[in-house]
């Protein structure tokens, strides 16, 4: 899989407080029905995120790192990012 260029492939939140830190969560939006349900299944109660994306790579990079590989790469976009070089999903599709 290395030769493959990075791209990014979902949205995604990161745990960064509490018991389940640095758990990783994808889902098709920010927040969606898909990701509240898992934190809703993991308990976390008070825990603060970070929200970025997951690449192709297995990485979960910020919304600042999204839209650097994203533009370096190539890769098709919706809209390209306004909004001081942070990606959102919104952006891809």
């Known amino acids: 899989m290395s030769d493959f260029k990075r791209i990014i492939i979902c ?13 990783v969560i994808c889902g098709v939006r920010h927040f969606d ?3 509240k349900s898992v934190i809703v299944a993991m308990q976390c109660h008070g825990e603060t995120f970070i929200e970025g994306f997951m690449d192709n790579k297995y990485n979960f990079v ?5 839209c650097k590989i994203a533009l370096e790469s190539g890769q098709p976009m919706r809209s390209p990012p306004r909004r001081h070089g942070k990606m959102f999903s919104e952006n891809l599709y």
């Not at 949205?11 to 758990?23: E, F, L, M, N, Y």
């Not at 910020?62 to 999204?66: A, C, D, I, N, S």
Request: net charge neutral; hydrophobic share 30%.
């Open 11 to 23: 949205a995604a939140i990161k745990v960064d407080s509490g018991p389940h830190k640095d758990t």
């Open 33 to 35: 029905r898909i990701m």
């Open 62 to 66: 910020t919304r600042e790192e999204g």
